[in-house]
T-cell receptor, first 111, second 114 residues
Framework: LAKTTQPISMDSYEGQEVNITCSHNNIATNDYITWYQQFPSQGPRFIIQGYKTKVTNEVASLFIPADRKSSTLSLPRVSLSDTAVYYCLVGDMTGGFKTIFGAGTRLFVKA | ETGVTQTPRHLVMGMTNKKSLKCEQHLGHNAMYWYKQSAKKPLELMFVYNFKEQTENNSVPSRFSPECPNSSHLFLHLHTLQPEDSALYLC?????????????FGSGTRLTVV
């Protein structure tokens, strides 16, 4: 199972763009990269997923370099409600998606 | 609602009680999971079921007993728990295909052992 490393915490202000980078040096060929958001006392919620290059949806972008050993979650124009813990997961979808959750990145958005 | 429903949302139990947590998904997923999240700690994988067969038991004490009667339902039976077992218990499901989105989590059961 690929191990991931993220910053423990980040601070930002409303309206700014936030980039959270995750390192996953031992990512395997079949592994996908998935980011989740978790609010206190709730289950993590899917944000975005990618395999390589760039993926964009209505809430975020995910940048993955060619070597796939890292990825960057980009949140445009954050608001107070984006204060949460963000997890980067790396894993293969087949046979049950088993991964190790790291400590995640605690993002605090200030007014 | 995420499509994964957990009941109850909150549970307080004594150390000698027996209780069960229930998880239900109607997403057509073929894998289901139990995770434990203690205060300010990362999620810890407890059990994995793939097509109703248990494929992972992550060294979980026997006072936690999972049951997966079909691919839509998952239970966690609790017996003789300790106060340190107090945590948020999360159920998740996934579909093992190339274009799925990993896990879908329920809202969790907040368990307090007294």
């Amino acid at each position: 199972l690929a191990k991931t490393t993220q910053p423990i915490s980040m601070d930002s202000y409303e309206g700014q763009e936030v980039n959270i980078t995750c390192s996953h040096n031992n990512i395997a060929t079949n592994d996908y990269i998935t980011w989740y958001q978790q609010f206190p006392s709730q289950g993590p919620r899917f944000i975005i997923q990618g395999y390589k290059t760039k993926v964009t949806n209505e809430v975020a972008s995910l940048f993955i370099p060619a070597d796939r050993k890292s990825s960057t979650l980009s949140l445009p124009r954050v608001s107070l409600s984006d204060t949460a813990v963000y997890y980067c997961l790396v894993g293969d979808m087949t046979g049950g998606f088993k991964t190790i959750f790291g400590a995640g990145t605690r993002l605090f958005v200030k007014a | 609602e995420t499509g994964v429903t957990q009941t109850p949302r909150h549970l307080v139990m004594g150390m000698t009680n027996k209780k069960s947590l229930k998880c239900e998904q109607h997403l057509g997923h073929n894998a289901m999971y139990w995770y434990k999240q203690s205060a300010k700690k990362p999620l810890e994988l407890m059990f994995v079921y793939n097509f109703k067969e248990q494929t992972e038991n992550n060294s979980v004490p026997s006072r936690f007993s999972p049951e997966c009667p079909n691919s839509s339902h998952l239970f966690l039976h609790l017996h003789t728990l300790q106060p340190e077992d107090s945590a948020l218990y999360l159920c998740a499901s996934s579909q093992a295909s190339a274009d799925n989105y990993g896990y879908t989590f329920g809202s969790g059961t907040r368990l307090t052992v007294v």
